[in-house]
Each structure stands twice: as structure tokens, then as C-alpha cells.
């Protein structure tokens, strides 16, 4: 009766246990904050405008590209000490320049940067390219080419041939026909034919648009020009009439929209020229008909709109077309988007976040999903004249937080605001990235354009998930793209079955470039070296774990059982330590009145 009456007060060692397990099984609720981390990240440099991602000094971790002034390109290195990010290498051009895009344009494994740029006495000129060759994990202000031939527009930066060295596509003042400048060797090549002309500002893409696991490209009003056997020709253009009633067309976006793991085709534009009317159409993979997946751009009886195009009005400003920069930020499976959106009825433009959810309205049954307006997220509408926003992975850890560049710093010059993702709602992720250079040598890698990657899974509820992505597929007008797909997983903590990774392939080359790897855990990051290209079965994988809550949640539950497991075995113990002293007691008492 005694050890009974003692049970009821144990329950409270239950508390570890029942802790512990209520935070496994029903795990937070997911919640979307963010945090501004932008003095913790650069300190006092935090100015000018972002223009690309790359890892520069091949220390694995991404490194930012820096405009400033025009004419200065600064890099800032990623450091282990606050701030994290020092400003530490820069080269100068006498000229405005436009774009920044890194590479390894003559495949030494080195990172190079290519700039374009206006003279800066002649702005409305064609544009100038200079590449900056890239020697010991660094910038030699000093080595550089120079382009013998400007372009009309920024040019794409692709692979046409499939030799894994980036190429420059476009329109030259040679030719009215696009060109390849082909990367190693430096020589000019035509690269298509059309009848059609260039629309400025382009958004090309090289991009795998039929699941074949090798990039195409997009270009002008709109045109697919598809790879067949390695080959670009007029025989695969599929031509794609923007919307009717679009009026302002904005700049062309691929994403895995719906899930399914087919690049889908978005465009966001506006049905006036002021914008008063805005909307973004989805046109799903393998199909001609557009789908308005965003039309409701009013809160609070404000309306809101993109902010329309206007050419180079000042030499010290670059022009920014509508644009949305993609990215999975709740790792739902599904990508969102960010955009730069205007006060219709004032002079304010702020960066809002465009949440991918399930289609609730008749007009966007075809697409199956859509995007929402996501107003009132905190410290991102705190920003006022924003101007870019974009997503990028600030600690490494698989989770897409946001950098949003905004005016008012100098003249010339934007602000950079970073705001970390706190969303908790412990979702999983896989983040893959395609190198080019084998493990064994060094540096590790550089930015590579043309990879696809797709992966196939099961879901939480046991349905079969897929979601693909392709890497680097654009590079013009500030498309500030990151080196590395980062692939929402929801809240399943299922290995992936299976992950696909393909490349681009030469001439002729009828055989697909592709590679599968299975059993992925979740929470990790992939690198994948295709070398040699043309022998998947050779190609090379590291994977590297990232822990999630659920690793602290796990390891709270495993010590609150442990503990709990403790505390029984103490208290039985306790109690036959106390039953054994009190049957001795008893044999002794019972001893001395038998001696009686």
C-alpha cells in the first residue's frame, strides 16, 4: 500500500517523455517570420547592387557579387567570423557596368567573371563584354579579354556544344543572327536561324523544357527552340504567342510549378501600360494555353501592380524588367516567388513574397495551383522603395532566405537588406549542385549553366511526389539566379527513391547524358561531378547531412525516455532496498521472541 501511494507523485517524471513525444508526433506549427540579419552579414558595407552568386575562392561556400558605382564590381567572400560576408576583391572598368556573370570560361577550373557594360560616354551604344580570368581562387584586375563584337542585349551564358565550358549567346554587331561565342577557345560561331527578332529586354533560358534531361532555350515573343541528337535547328521551334490581352510583358520564368516534375513557362505582365491591371500566366510543359494563376492584386482596398519597364533614363541606372525570382521558401514541394510590386495610387514599391497554394478559383483549374499575395510578412513590407528582391541560402543550410535591394543609399548606389527565413515548420529539402571538375583536383568547381535535376518520392500521405529544376538556365537583367537548386520536400521524411541528374550533350550526340541515384536522405546536400561527361555510370556524388529540428526534437524525446527508464529502475530499486530492510527487521524481531 505504501509503494501505491508513492505511484501517483512518479507521473511527474512522465513530463521528459511526454514532452518529447508530443513534439515528434505533432512537431511545430509551421510559421512565417523573418528576421533582418543585415548588419550581422556585412557590417557597414551593406550597399550597392547584388548582380550574381558564386563561389570564387572554391571554399564551398557562396560567395556575393557586388556592383558599385557602375563601374567597380566587388567581391565579398563568405567568412566563418561576423561579418560574414568581406568585401575582398574588386576590379574596375572605366564604362557602366550592366551584368555580372561567373564562370569558367576557359575550363581551368578557375572562376572567371564576364562583365558587359555601356562606354560611358555613349549609353545608349551597344553593350561591351569583358572577362576577367579568374587564377588562384582570385581576380587578377589585370587579365582580361575584352570581346572583340558587342551585343544588342545582355547575353545568356549556356553550354551550346556540351563540353561543360559556358558559352555567350546572342546578337552581335556582326550579324542580325544570334551568335555563339564559344567558351575555351574563344571563337564566334552562328548559333541559330529565325526570321524574328530579338526582343529587348530578352529573357532566354537554357532549359530543359520536355523532361529529356537536356536544356533547350527560349527566346523572342515567345519561341522554344528545342535540342534534338544535340542540335538546335529550325525544324524544333515550337512558337508560343504571348497573351492576347497582355499589353507590358515581363520577363519569362521556369519553374517546376505544380509539382509534377516538368518545367512549367511563367510570365508575369500587365494588361495597360501603366500597370494598373497586372497578372501572371502559367503555361504548363507540353502545352500552348495560358493559365491566370495571379490576378487579385489588391489589400485593404490599395491596389498593387508591377512596376512596367522604362529604358536607361540616367547612365548610373540599370534598367530592371518585371521579373520574378523563384525559390521553394516553406520547402512545401511547391515553388514560390518574389516580386517587386508599386502602389498604383502613390509612389511606394515594396518586395512581396507570391506563395504557391492550391487553385481556388475556376480560372486557374488548368494549372492546379496558384500564387497568393502574401502582404503582411514582417520586416520584408518594412522596406520601402524596394527594387530587386531575390532568394538566396545566407548559412548554408538549406533554407532559402531573402536579400531585397532598395533605393535611397546614394545616388547610384542601392541598399542591401538580408532577412533570414525563420519558417519552422521543420519541412525537408534536398540541395544538389552540378560541378564540373573531379573530386581529386582542385579548386572545387565553378558555376556550370544547363543542368536538370529531378527527383521522385512519396509523400507523407503514401501518394507518389516528383519536382525537378533546372540550374542556372538564366543570366541576364540582374537574374541573379544561385549555383545550386535547393528542392522542397514538405513534411515528409521519406528517402528520395530516386534523383536524376542530366546534362547537356554535343552535336550529334543522340545518347542522353544522364545519371540516377537512389535512397537520398533528406536534409542533405548533393554534389555532383559529371566527369567523365560522356559516361554517367562514372559520375561522382558527395553527399553532406544538414540536421533539422527534428534532430533536436529526437534527441529531446530519446533522453526524456531515457531518463524516464532511469527514474523507474531508481524507484523499484528504492522500494526492494525498503522491503528487503524491512524483512530483516522483521526476521530480527522475530528471531529475539523465538529466543524469549
Known sequence: MAAAGRLPSSWALLAPLLAGLALLGVGPVPVRALHNVTAELFGAEAWGTL???????????????????????????????????????????????????????????????????????????????????????????????????????????????????????????????????????????????????????????????????????????????????????????????????????????????????????????????????????????????????????????????????????????????????????NMDGYPDALAILKNTSGSNQQAFLLENVPCNNASCEGAHRMFRVYWELMDLNQIRDAMVATFFDIYEDGILDIVVLSKGYTKNDFAIHTLKNNFEADAYFVKVIVLTIPFSLQPFGVNQPGPYIMYTTVDANGYLKNGSAGQLSQSAHLALQLPYNVLGLGRSANFLDHLYVGIPRPSGEKSIRKQEWTAIIPNSQLIVIPYPHNVPRSWSAKLYLTPSNIVLLTAIALIGVCVFILAIIGILHWQEKKADDREKRQEAHRFHFDAM
Open 51 to 329: 548582380a550574381a552568386f558564386g563561389d570564387l575562392n572554391s571554399d564551398k561556400q557562396t560567395d556575393l557579387f557586388v556592383l558599385r558605382e557602375r563601374n567597380d564590381l566587388i567581391v565579398f567572400l563568405a567568412d566563418q567570423n561576423a561579418p560574414y560576408f568581406k568585401p575582398k576583391v574588386k576590379v574596375s572598368l572605366n564604362a557602366l557596368i550592366t551584368s555580372v556573370v561567373p564562370g569558367d570560361y576557359d575550363g581551368d577550373s578557375q572562376m572567371d567573371v564576364l562583365l558587359t557594360y555601356f562606354p560611358k560616354n555613349h549609353a545608349n551604344s551597344d553593350l561591351g563584354a569583358v572577362i576577367f580570368w579568374g587564377q588562384n581562387q582570385t581576380l587578377d584586375p589585370n587579365n582580361m579579354t575584352i570581346l572583340n563584337r558587342t551585343f544588342q542585349d545582355e547575353p545568356l551564358i549556356m553550354d551550346f556544344n556540351g563540353d561543360l565550358i559556358p558559352d555567350v549567346f546572342g546578337i552581335t554587331n556582326e550579324s542580325n543572327q544570334p551568335q555563339i561565342l564559344l567558351g575555351g577557345n574563344l571563337s564566334w560561331h552562328p548559333a541559330l536561324t529565325t526570321k524574328s527578332k530579338m526582343r529587348i529586354p530578352h529573357s532566354h533560358a537554357f532549359i530543359d523544357l520536355t523532361a529529356d534531361f537536356t536544356a533547350g532555350k527560349l527566346h523572342i515573343n515567345v519561341k522554344y527552340f528545342f535540342q534534338t541528337d544535340g542540335n538546335f535547328s529550325v525544324s524544333t521551334i515550337t512558337i508560343f504567342e504571348k497573351p492576347q490581352n497582355m499589353m507590358v510583358v515581363g520577363q519569362s520564368a521556369f519553374a517546376d510549378f505544380d509539382g509534377d516534375g516538368h518545367m512549367d513557362h511563367l510570365l508575369p505582365g500587365c494588361e495597360d501600360k501603366n500597370c494598373q491591371k497586372s497578372i501572371i500566366y502559367l503555361a504548363r510543359s507540353g502545352t500552348k494555353q495560358w493559365i491566370p494563376v495571379l490576378q487579385e492584386f489588391s489589400n485593404k482596398g490599395t491596389l498593387w501592380g508591377f512596376v512596367p519597364f522604362v529604358h536607361e533614363q540616367r547612365p548610373t541606372e540599370i534598367p530592371l524588367p518585371i521579373t520574378l525570382h523563384i525559390g521553394d521558401y
